[in-house]
T-cell receptor, first 111, second 110 residues
């Protein structure tokens, strides 16, 4: 099993550009989530999904869209990048109350 | 009030010391509780789940107090390799959403 994979590992964008961060898991997990981590802020939940076709907003959803068309994939779209979105983004998956597994992260810089 | 609050530290302790971290949560309907560990610039990884009866894994002991809505982590006989950020994690009334505390930084020195 590859676990949770994220691409790209690093990305630099200009203000106003859009992009999609990819996340995939091969463990057939029901729940998937996206977090951002900023210095001194811990991990903040952006969006999460409890199954294919079902998504919900987390703590900081503005500026981001998600969809869950398959169990495996949970892409995060930045609609119009802003410098405030410079962060490290983690995707995670789990089954019910079991262990949550994280991807290695995407380091995004918006200039 | 934040949903999950931790003392950010940093805690600087010598090898062999015992150190304790506390975490409070605001949602009394929370179902599950965890401690995660995060090394510098890496993804968080599960350290241990926290059960109502308390649980131990080697040098690590976790406890849950539902009445007071706090969770604790005790590390005995600290090792250099324990240096990391420790994250308190709480689910909501359903399992869909995990909320993380801001993390407590631990540095163990020789």
């Amino acid at each position: 099993n590859a676990g949770v994979t994220q691409t790209p590992k690093f990305q630099v964008l200009k203000t106003g550009q859009s992009m999609t961060l990819q996340c995939a898991q091969d463990m057939n997990h029901e729940y998937m989530s996206w977090y951002r981590q900023d210095p001194g802020m811990g991990l903040r939940l952006i969006h999460y999904s409890v199954g294919a076709g079902i998504t919900d907003q987390g703590e900081v959803p503005n500026g981001y869209n998600v969809s869950r068309s398959t169990t495996e994939d949970f892409p995060l779209r930045l609609l119009s990048a802003a410098p405030s979105q410079t962060s490290v983004y983690f995707c995670a998956s789990r089954e019910g109350a079991d262990t949550q597994y994280f991807g290695p992260g995407t380091r995004l810089t918006v200039l | 009030r934040k949903e999950v609050e931790q003392d950010p530290g940093p805690f600087n302790v010598p090898e062999g010391a015992t150190v304790a971290f506390n975490c409070t949560y605001s949602n009394s309907a929370s179902q599950s509780f965890f401690w995660y560990r995060q090394d510098c610039r890496k993804e968080p990884k599960l350290l241990m789940s926290v059960y109502s009866s308390g649980n131990e894994d080697g040098r690590f002991t976790a406890q849950l107090n539902r009445a007071s809505q706090y969770i604790s982590l005790l590390i005995r006989d600290s090792k250099l390799s324990d240096s990391a950020t420790y994250l308190c994690v709480v689910t909501g009334a359903s399992y869909g959403k995990l909320t993380f505390g801001q993390g407590t930084i631990l540095t163990v020195h020789p």
